[in-house]
């Protein structure tokens, strides 16, 4: 992998204005030799190749940024022109596209600040895939939006509120033989809330919490769920760092039952898992110790539908299979500074 990045920008002051104008540009090559993909025993005994070749990949882009400042408003905008060039075996593929971006920012006073962001982005897809097409689009295009606010009614309470969307042109889905194929379009839309609060010189929480409503957005409505995308989930926890170098914290993660299928008749449990860390830190060194699923919780790491059939089944099973997370796991860390 190789590449060049640069960047120029200029500003220019109209009264109480600042006008800051910035272009760039910037190319990656990507070379990769004997990709391979192949079918196996279950001792990893070589069958056959499914595929196997070297692959070339190039993006270049080129964008522009204007940046408005003028007293309480701040107004963003600028766009970017990628291109992509995917190679493999004899075949090539190009595609060119262009992402423009608008944000809009007001700072009512010290305390309280809202923004509108909205823009178009995208990703590019495996080019051994999309260069056999696959019903793979070659860039799929994703359109987002973000109405907000950033607010700190107390000293040392700060406080981001959002409303969201989010379009995806098209979607990958794990499909119940292990493969991930295209799923279509889907449309998410959702809220985010985030505290941040200085209990005491030495103590601080934060807390997160996010609600959304993912949708296939091609199927009817019984049939639109979203297999396994979150639609609520939340971290926080305390931490803490006291003036004789000890330092860590208490952290959570939560991620609530949600879908397994597009019906919904099948679901992925959902989890609470605790974390504590401690550290020892001076200027020389620093000496840790991690503990992860601190209460030993039993969870689910990853799900997904599968259709199985065990020795003794008279038939399939359609039924969710899955991951188990890590169990109570603790660590030992230690770290010299030059």
Do not use: C
Not at 108 to 115: K, P, V
Not at 268 to 273: C, I, M, T
């Amino acid at each position: 992998m190789f590449g060049y990045n640069s960047r120029l920008s200029k500003r220019n002051y109209w009264g109480n204005a600042v006008l800051t104008s910035a272009i760039g540009l910037s190319s990656r090559f990507d070379r990769t030799y004997g990709s391979d993909y192949s079918l196996v025993t279950e001792q990893y005994q070589f069958l056959d190749n499914i595929t196997y070749g070297d692959i070339r990949q190039n993006n270049s882009a080129l964008y522009l940024d204007e940046t408005l400042e003028s007293g309480k408003w701040l107004l963003n905008a600028g766009a970017r022109l990628d291109y992509f060039n995917f190679s493999y075996h004899d075949s090539t593929k190009t595609q060119a596209l262009v992402n423009p971006k608008l944000n809009v920012q007001y700072t009512a006073n010290e305390q309280i600040q809202f923004y509108l962001k909205a823009g178009k982005g995208f990703h590019s897809n495996n080019a051994i895939a999309m260069i056999g097409n696959n019903g793979l689009q070659t860039l799929p295009a994703a359109y987002g939006a973000d109405l907000g606010l950033n607010w700190k009614p107390l000293p040392r309470l700060y406080l981001n509120a959002a409303l969201w969307y989010l379009y995806l042109q098209q979607e990958f889905v794990y499909t119940d033989d292990g493969s991930i194929a295209p799923g279509g379009r889907t449309r998410r839309m959702g809220a985010d809330l985030s505290a941040r609060y200085q209990l005491a010189a030495w103590l601080f929480a934060d807390l997160n919490v996010n609600l959304a409503r993912p949708r296939l957005a091609d199927s009817a409505k019984n049939t639109g769920y979203l297999a396994l995308a979150p639609t609520f989930t939340s971290t926080g926890g305390l931490d803490f760092k006291l003036k004789n170098g000890i330092n860590g914290g208490l952290s959570y993660r939560y991620m609530h039952s949600r879908p397994g299928n597009n019906t919904n008749t099948l679901r992925a449990d959902g989890y609470f898992v605790t974390d504590l860390k401690i550290n020892f830190t001076q200027k020389r060194y620093e000496i840790g110790i991690s503990m992860e699923n601190l209460l030993n919780t039993r969870w689910n790491e990853f799900e997904a539908e599968e259709v199985s059939q065990l020795k003794g089944e008279t038939a399939p099973v359609d039924q969710m299979s899955f991951t188990p997370g890590t169990p109570f796991f603790a660590k030992l860390r230690v770290a010299v500074f030059f």
